[in-house]
Every structure is written in structure tokens, then in C-alpha cells.
């Protein structure tokens, strides 16, 4: 959880998913009350779930990151 590239990964998520926010909010005047932490867990998690399942049904992950499951969640 603490490699280079799964730090990157994780830090340029969230800045992207900053801006997204933003646009969406300036958008829709109805969603400005979204708040990152419900556009982090419907969007990332949620919806790449839904998505993964769509390109393989077999429920597997699109990327496979070993753990000791100690550290909790990856975000």
C-alpha cells in the first residue's frame, strides 16, 4: 500500500476527482452538497465495480495487488 506507484495512483485520483467535483457542482446546482467522500464511494467504488463486472463477469478484479490484509483499504 505505501509503493511509489500506489501513492501516485492514489494522490492523482483524488485531484482529478477534485476537479470533477467542482464541474459538477457548477453544473448542477442541484448536487451542490455532493461531498468528496460520497463522490469517492459511489464513483470510484461503486461504479469501477459495475464496470469491472461489465468487461468480466467472473467478478475478478481488473487488478490484482497483494496485501496482508492488515493495512485495511487500499483509499
Do not use: H, Y
Not at 448542477?28 to 470510484?44: C, E, I, P, V
Amino acid at each position: 500500500m505505501d509503493s511509489e506507484e500506489v501513492v501516485e495512483w492514489r494522490a492523482l485520483t483524488v485531484a482529478l476527482m477534485d476537479e470533477l467535483l467542482t464541474e459538477i457542482r457548477f453544473r448542477n446546482q442541484d448536487m451542490k452538497q455532493l461531498t468528496m467522500s460520497k463522490m469517492l464511494q459511489n464513483a470510484t467504488w461503486v461504479m469501477g465495480r459495475e464496470l469491472a463486472f461489465k468487461r468480466d463477469p467472473s467478478g475478478n478484479p481488473p487488478l490484482k495487488i497483494v496485501a496482508d490484509n492488515k493495512s485495511g483499504t487500499l483509499f
